[in-house]
């Protein structure tokens, strides 16, 4: 009999505590942020189209600046407005500080060993430490001022003939042959490429498609199950890009060693990185760090660059204003870098499950309408007068935040706007530009990834402002 009670105790229980259990979660459901449904498997995945940012904008209307998806077996949140990010990236920075593997991502991340996608830890402190220190700080920028105007200068004259022969002008491709070799001269000594052309093409090419590629919604992130199978072919493609801009940076590093007898008392900034790769901590850098640390950095520069530089850039209010609105309407990453979170919290009175993903819809914020007037207008001025003029796009105002905010901004916050002011004011200043097809109108079509560029690059026709002896 006491065996029978015991065996009919233990059914029970068997029924009873999943009962509870379900309950249980589905109390927590209740307090979930708001979101679609989706579907079985797939979940949310199909709602999510070519233009993810566009597609995520058009859900908050119905269900609000804090949406739950699940995508795939992922979970996911979603931050589309100030209040919201600020929710996330500021109140809850130190629990987000984390970035979620991306396996179409993993031969480009070089594992996630890079800092812009490294887990938040010592390793990512050091990489960023060292980045700050000796590339992209206040007065690493300043040392590197004579290689931004020399190659900038370089840039100007090359239009400069191409106004002479009456040929347009591929502005992307004349501004990242020039950063190249602004970056290549202060990370590794060398120009990059000697001119702009084929080779220097290739390069901005293969970048561009390794960041629209890694920013894609591919089905293996969300369902690993099946990530094997590839089916959008997304992990193919970058990977043979990417082998193709490793060797790039293997063959630049390997010269770089076996010069560095030639650098000795004026070192550049893979020197210093190698001589520090061991902090007091004895935290460490591995090679695929350093190059990682490398390909990074070029990358963040070549495609970050959106404002400030000349020397007198406080006094060009107009320039910055034209800037930030730029910034405003077409951020560089429209949905930030991928956050993530191991640890359950609570924002704004909902439930975040622990190991969920969060995106910052930038370009949803950006044309936020309770906070900007006519947000689709192109309109420099808003950033002139009352409480916008103190609008900086430098993670603390909200409202503007195209690099981040938090412990993971962009590491290139200051050197992309750096480098902006400085090549639209010199190619403003320089030239008068018009479209090569003047019966045409600006075309203004994204291409959506990780990052977002023109899906048709400016193609103009420049002519000189300046008497010839300035652009020597």
């Keep these: 009999m006491a065996f029978d009670t015991v065996l009919v105790a233990g059914i029970l229980l068997s029924f009873v505590v ?272 350093i190059k990682g640390f490398i390909s990074v950095s070029s990358i963040s520069l070549s495609l970050n660059i959106y404002n400030r530089a000349l020397a007198d850039i406080p006094n060009l209010p107009y320039l910055r204003a034209i800037c930030k609105e730029a910034l405003r309407l077409h951020p560089s990453t429209p949905l930030s870098l991928p956050h993530y979170t191991f640890e359950a919290c609570e924002v704004d009175g909902y439930h975040i499950p622990p190991n969920t993903r969060l995106i910052v819809n930038v370009w949803a914020i950006g044309r936020d309408p309770d906070v900007w007037e006519d947000p689709l207008e192109f309109k420099p001025e808003r950033f002139l007068s009352g409480r916008n003029a103190k609008i900086e796009p430098q993670g603390n105002d909200f409202e503007l935040i195209p690099f981040g905010a938090g412990r993971r901004i962009c590491v290139g916050l200051h050197a992309g706007l750096l480098m902006v002011q400085y090549m639209l004011g010199s190619l403003v200043h320089s030239f008068n530009w018009k479209l090569a097809d003047e019966d045409q109108k600006l075309d203004m079509e994204e291409r959506f990834g990780l990052v977002l560029p023109k899906a048709v690059p400016l193609k103009a026709m420049a002519s000189p402002r300046l008497v010839e002896s300035a652009y020597i």
């Design 18 to 289: 999943p009962l509870l259990l379900w309950r249980l979660q589905s109390s927590r459901r209740v307090r979930l942020p708001p979101g679609p449904a989706g579907v079985p498997i797939l979940g949310s995945l199909p709602q999510i189209g070519p233009m993810a940012h566009a597609s995520l904008a058009n859900l908050v209307a119905r269900y609000g600046p804090i949406m739950y998806l699940k995508m795939g077996t992922a979970r996911v949140v979603v931050a589309s407005s100030a209040g919201a990010a600020r929710s996330f990236l500021k109140a809850l920075d130190l629990q987000f500080a984390n970035c979620p593997f991306v396996i179409s991502g993993k031969h480009v991340t070089y594992d996630g060993q890079n800092f812009v996608f490294a887990n938040y830890g010592p390793r990512w402190k050091l990489l960023r430490k060292l980045a700050n220190l000796h590339f992209l700080g206040s007065k690493a920028l300043a040392d590197w001022v004579p290689v931004r105007r020399d190659e900038v200068a370089r840039m100007l004259r090359g239009i400069l003939e191409s106004s002479r022969d009456s040929r347009p002008v591929v502005v992307p491709e004349a501004v990242v042959c020039a950063n190249a070799n602004i970056i290549g001269q202060v990370v590794i000594s060398r120009r990059v490429f000697e001119t702009q052309g084929e080779e220097s093409n290739r390069f901005k090419d293969a970048i561009t498609e390794l960041l629209t590629g890694v920013g894609l919604f591919n089905i293996g992130d969300f369902v690993p199950a099946i990530a094997w199978m590839d089916l959008q072919g997304v992990k193919r493609h970058l990977r043979r890009t990417h082998e193709k801009i490793d060797a790039l940076i293997t063959a630049f590093v390997a010269e770089h060693e076996a010069t560095k007898h030639e650098r000795e008392g004026r070192p550049d900034v893979l020197d210093l990185v190698m001589a520090n790769r061991v902090d007091a901590e004895g935290v460490s850098l591995s090679d695929v760090n």
